[in-house]
């Protein structure tokens, strides 16, 4: 599977995992944890560098001063409806839709969510665990785009809740820095 993601920068990090360690310890079941990045958009094949470049600055300029926040929990599925996709859920960012080249994207959504726990369909509830959830208090301003390459091995074991996968980061491209100008 290939995903174009929004990577945020290094001083988000110890935010980012306080709330990884927060969404792990509710310890519900057939959850996974997914890299410290943002799935914007479910790809059929990875971006070029131009496009990733042309993607950031697209982004700064519809951010402008504004910071990207988060603004809750959600969850939503690599799939078209059918149990054949994975889940994810996490904390969902507020932050403008980006324009990706239409032949690359498969699916693509509003809402991103940052660091999400991955769940598989056949192990996962079917209601995730929204309930007492602390509100998110992370925003930033600093963060790239990559292609990220996630590579599902299956159920190796035949058992509930046995998965394994790896994936791979590819070369970030940060968003420009603001300047402060009106496009």
Known sequence: MKFAALVPHRDCRAAVEKYRRTLFARGFTGAFAFPAVAPLAFLGRPLDPAELKNAALNL???????????????????????????????????????????????????????????????????????????????????????????????????????HSFTWDLGPLFWLPRYSGKKP
């Open 60 to 162: 700064r300029e519809n951010l402008g001063e504004k910071k990207i926040c988060c603004s809750g929990y959600s969850g939503y599925s690599t799939g078209n409806g059918s149990s054949a996709g994975l889940r994810f859920f996490g904390v969902t960012l507020d932050m403008p839709l980006l324009a990706f080249p239409t032949g690359a994207v498969l699916r693509q959504w509003e809402n991103p969510i940052l660091a999400p726990a991955l769940v598989f369909p056949e192990d996962g509830p079917e209601q995730l665990p929204v309930t007492g959830m602390p509100e998110p208090e992370n925003s930033f301003r600093a963060a790239a785009l990559a292609n990220l390459a996630f590579t599902w091995m299956g159920n190796p074991l035949g058992i509930t809740g046995s």
